[in-house]
């Protein structure tokens, strides 16, 4: 059928106005332009809406059992293009975003507070996972963009580098390598017990990647799967390991201690993870904006 919302709008207005004269002025057009429109809608329905005489514009019976559900067609119209509109400008909205547990309880509370601040109208969900978890969750569209280092190259996926988070020792404070303030060397770690992260976590491939690792360091004799287990594994003294920065443990008693890392120097590239090809919502490509600005900035790594 070639029925049009001007079709449906310009019904309306006769059917309200009861004349074409006030209708056409209603909606800004002719009236022998309306005339056209009411003519042609009527032979796509095949049937009269209107009787007319020299004095009135009456509905048929066809016309009038048809009015509600016109008037219904263009109040969804008009509230589906106000939806629209309120997402595009950010007044409504919801935002997923998947991101590593470190970045999640260090970076992402301010930065969602400051977003929440300027559209307070669109909701952030947040979802923390390991570096394979994130690339999962965003190839399976569960949530609009992730922050994380790059688990597995993923043709599906874009990976746009935001900053970079430099590699330290981990070890409690009466470990024998926390004394001093210099930097050490991988080669420092093989008489040590070191504590690993599983594969999965995006730790482990950037790890195994150095040349010349110790056998202690490429396979430990305790591996973990998350950071809070690895911090408990180091409070109690079973170990030492290798953090990024921002993944340092928390520790609020302060039983634990970092130096530098170096020979070589290694840091993990974290990550703005999007679907190749595919756009982001409005508050979703803002808050997407905001993260690349303040971590452009971070000085962690510089």
């Not at 032979?43 to 016309?63: C, I, Q, S, W």
């Not at 979802?127 to 994130?134: I, M, P, R, T």
């Not at 990024?244 to 070589?264: F, K, N, V």
Request: proline share 7%; glycine share 8%.
């Amino acid at each position: 059928m070639n029925v049009t919302l001007k079709h449906l709008q310009a019904f309306v207005a006769v059917a309200q106005e009861g004349s074409f004269t006030r209708a056409a002025r209603r909606l800004a057009l002719s009236q022998p332009a309306l005339t056209i429109q009411i003519h042609q809608f009527e032979e796509e329905l095949g049937v009269r809406l209107f009787d007319r005489t020299t004095r009135r514009v009456l509905l048929t019976d066809n016309g009038t059992e048809f009015l509600p559900t016109a008037q219904r067609l263009l109040d969804d119209v008009q509230t589906a293009i106000s939806e629209v509109r309120d997402v595009a400008a950010r007044r409504r909205g919801r935002v997923g975003v998947a991101t590593l547990p470190s970045i999640a309880v260090k970076l992402m509370p301010e930065m969602v507070g400051d977003f929440r601040r300027d559209y307070p109208g669109v909701s952030v969900h947040l979802l923390d996972a390991n570096a394979s978890g994130v690339q999962a969750r965003v190839r399976r569209k569960e949530v609009d963009f992730g922050l994380a280092s790059q688990w597995a190259p993923d043709e599906d996926l874009q990976f746009e580098t935001v900053m970079r988070d430099p590699f330290r020792v981990v070890c409690r404070r009466d470990h024998p390598l926390a004394a001093g303030e210099g930097p050490l060397g991988w080669a420092d770690l093989a008489e040590q017990d070191f504590l690993g992260l599983a594969p999965d976590t995006g730790i482990r491939p950037l790890i195994e990647a150095i040349a010349d690792l110790p056998a202690s360091v490429r396979q430990p004799p305790v591996e973990v799967s998350n950071i809070a287990t690895l911090e408990g594994m180091l409070t109690a003294g079973l170990g030492v390991t290798v953090l990024p920065e921002l993944a340092l443990p928390s520790d609020p008693d302060g039983r634990l201690t970092s130096r530098p890392l170096h020979g070589p120097a290694l840091s993990r590239e974290l990550c703005v993870i999007t679907r190749r090809g595919r756009s982001l919502s409005p508050a979703a490509q803002s808050l997407r904006d905001l993260i690349v600005s303040r971590l452009a900035g971070d000085p962690v790594g510089d």
